[in-house]
């Protein structure tokens, strides 16, 4: 049985004192001139980036799609990351974004590649088909979700702020229906769900931590998309993944950007536990 979402949060936090997860979203006509030229370069871009900023990072977010649209010869090295980082950062918790939104025996299937054959520990998933859509990820003990809820893209408004008075699950709206529906599997599934929820929005965050005190939030759109880092982590709290990508590794196209990636976790860190020490203050 893997560990939970949510033991693996609290052990590396203790570690670091850091809410720091680092995406690791190579797009390939934005690496450095280098290693457009390797068989392997987007796994030889991302190590030096795991490497240069593992010592500050809660979680390492690996986007498989700038893989994917490589094919096989991609994936494969998806998965030398995730084994790379398994070796290296054994402590580190490995978030796959993949998003992934099916039903069940297809669902069990996502669940075998990440989970069984990769180990990593926690899934993004789509939530639009309800609970049947979820629920496939966590009956194996094998692994951990995090439910996109409130997204950071301009358009998330289209659906996630829809409202619906009739149906008892979802009072208020959509995304408030989602964030409600996963503390709810949480329960039945303890420290293994959490939420997604916008970096972007810090007072949607504010006010869906209100409501969901226990959820983990994984939160995107710090850095490159604009949000503001104290906003973030005084909204969210502890129970957080504040994610950056492009923000520390697309800073230089030249030699040095595994240099600056570095530089820009250890500043990240450093601003962090200034908000980390008011948190828990607070507890």
């Not at 690496?31 to 390797?38: C, E, G, V």
């Not at 099916?102 to 069984?116: G, R």
């Amino acid at each position: 049985m893997m560990e939970s979402l949510e033991v693996r949060h609290q052990k590396r936090f203790a570690q670091v004192q850091s809410l720091l997860s680092v995406g690791l979203d190579p797009e390939w006509e934005k690496l450095p001139p280098a290693f457009q030229k390797m068989e392997d370069g987007l796994f030889q871009f991302c190590k030096e980036i795991v490497h240069a900023t593992g010592e500050h990072a809660l979680a390492f977010k690996p986007n498989i799609a700038f893989f994917e649209r490589f094919g096989s010869k991609g994936l494969k090295q998806f998965e030398d990351l995730i084994e790379l980082i398994h070796k290296d950062f054994p402590d580190v918790v490995i978030i796959a974004d993949a998003k992934r939104g099916d039903l069940a025996n297809t669902a069990k299937e996502y669940a075998k590649y990440f989970f069984d054959s990769l180990a990593v520990d926690v899934l993004t998933v789509n939530p639009y088909m309800g609970r049947d859509t979820i629920l496939p990820y966590l009956e194996k003990e094998k692994g951990s979700v995090f439910i996109l809820c409130f997204t950071s893209n301009p358009s998330a408004v289209e659906f996630q702020k829809w409202q619906d008075s009739n149906q008892s699950l979802n009072p208020g709206y959509l995304h408030q229906g989602v964030a409600k529906l996963s503390a709810f599997i949480n329960k039945e599934f303890p420290g293994r769900v959490g939420i997604v929820t916008g970096g972007t929005r810090a007072y949607e965050i504010e006010t869906i931590r209100k409501e969901q005190k226990d959820l983990l939030f994984l939160i995107p759109g710090f850095g490159a998309q604009g949000g503001d880092l104290r906003q973030i982590c005084m909204a969210a709290g502890l129970k957080s993944f504040v994610n950056s990508s492009r923000g520390i590794h697309s800073i230089s196209m030249g030699s040095d950007f595994a240099m600056k990636a570095k530089k820009k976790s250890e500043e990240i860190h450093k601003e962090m536990k200034n908000y980390i020490k008011v948190l828990m203050s607070n507890y």
